[in-house]
């Protein structure tokens, strides 16, 4: 499974599309589609997870709010 996933940067870029790989439990993170020849940026093993949904915060994101602006 792969597509696009929104990865928290930091308080500067705040959330930024990344493309993802799943592939044998494992999930990889890449800038674009286009840079997984380059090798990927991240990933980890999906059993090692404790996997929780941004409703577990207490809110939804939605990618058409704001960025933060310090």
């Known amino acids: 499974m ?9 308080y500067m870029t705040g959330w930024q599309p990344r493309w993802f790989i799943l592939e044998d439990g494992v999930i990889s993170y890449y800038d674009s589609e286009d840079d997984v020849a380059k090798g990927s940026k991240g ?3 999906m059993s090692v997870c404790d996997i929780k949904g941004w409703s577990d915060f207490g809110g939804v994101y939605e990618p058409s709010q704001p ?3 310090p």
């Open 2 to 10: 792969e597509g696009i996933l929104y990865k928290w940067t930091n």
């Open 67 to 69: 960025e933060f602006d």
């Open 43 to 45: 990933s980890i093993k």
